[in-house]
T-cell receptor
Framework: NAGVTQTPKFQVLKTGQSMTLQCAQDMNHEYMSWYRQDPGMGLRLIHYSVGAGITDQGEVPNGYNVSRSTTEDFPLRLLSAAPSQTSVYFC?????????????FGPGTRLTVL | RKEVEQDPGPFNVPEGATVAFNCTYSNSASQSFFWYRQDCRKEPKLLMSVYSSGNEDGRFTAQLNRASQYISLLIRDSKLSDSATYLCVVFSNSGYALNFGKGTSLLVTP
């Protein structure tokens, strides 16, 4: 199993550009989520999904869109990048059968918006 | 008030020392509790789940106090390789979201 994969690993954008961060998992996990991590702020939840076709907002959803058309994939779209979105983005997945279980994280995408 | 709070540290301890971290949570309905470890510029990884009766994994012991709404992590006989940031994580059924603390930084020195 590859676990949770994220692409790209690094990205530089100009203000106003749009892009999609890719996330995929091969563990058949129902739950997937996106976090951003900034110095001194810890991990903050952007969006999450409890299954294909179901998404919900987390703590900091503004400026981001998600969709979950398959169990495996959970892309995060930046609509119009802003410098405040410079951060490290982590995707995670977990099984929720029998209660909430270990979350597996991808290696992260380091995004800089100029 | 943040749902999960931790002392950010840093905790600087010598090799072989025992160190303890606490974490408080605000939602009394929280159901699942975890400690994650994060190395510099890496993704978080599960260190251990925290059970109501307390649990131990080698040099690591986790405790849950529901009455006071805190969880703790005790590390005995610290190793240099224990240097990392330790994240307290709490799950509540409402909203199906995990809440992360900001993390406690540990530096073990020779």
């Amino acid at each position: 199993n590859a676990g949770v994969t994220q692409t790209p690993k690094f990205q530089v954008l100009k203000t106003g550009q749009s892009m999609t961060l890719q996330c995929a998992q091969d563990m058949n996990h129902e739950y997937m989520s996106w976090y951003r991590q900034d110095p001194g702020m810890g991990l903050r939840l952007i969006h999450y999904s409890v299954g294909a076709g179901i998404t919900d907002q987390g703590e900091v959803p503004n400026g981001y869109n998600v969709s979950r058309s398959t169990t495996e994939d959970f892309p995060l779209r930046l609509l119009s990048a802003a410098p405040s979105q410079t951060s490290v983005y982590f995707c995670a997945s977990s099984s929720v059968s029998g209660g909430f279980n270990e979350q597996f994280f991808g290696p992260g995408t380091r995004l800089t918006v100029l | 008030r943040k749902e999960v709070e931790q002392d950010p540290g840093p905790f600087n301890v010598p090799e072989g020392a025992t160190v303890a971290f606490n974490c408080t949570y605000s939602n009394s309905a929280s159901q699942s509790f975890f400690w994650y470890r994060q190395d510099c510029r890496k993704e978080p990884k599960l260190l251990m789940s925290v059970y109501s009766s307390g649990n131990e994994d080698g040099r690591f012991t986790a405790q849950l106090n529901r009455a006071s709404q805190y969880i703790s992590l005790l590390i005995r006989d610290s190793k240099l390789s224990d240097s990392a940031t330790y994240l307290c994580v709490v799950f509540s059924n409402s909203g199906y979201a995990l809440n992360f603390g900001k993390g406690t930084s540990l530096l073990v020195t020779p």
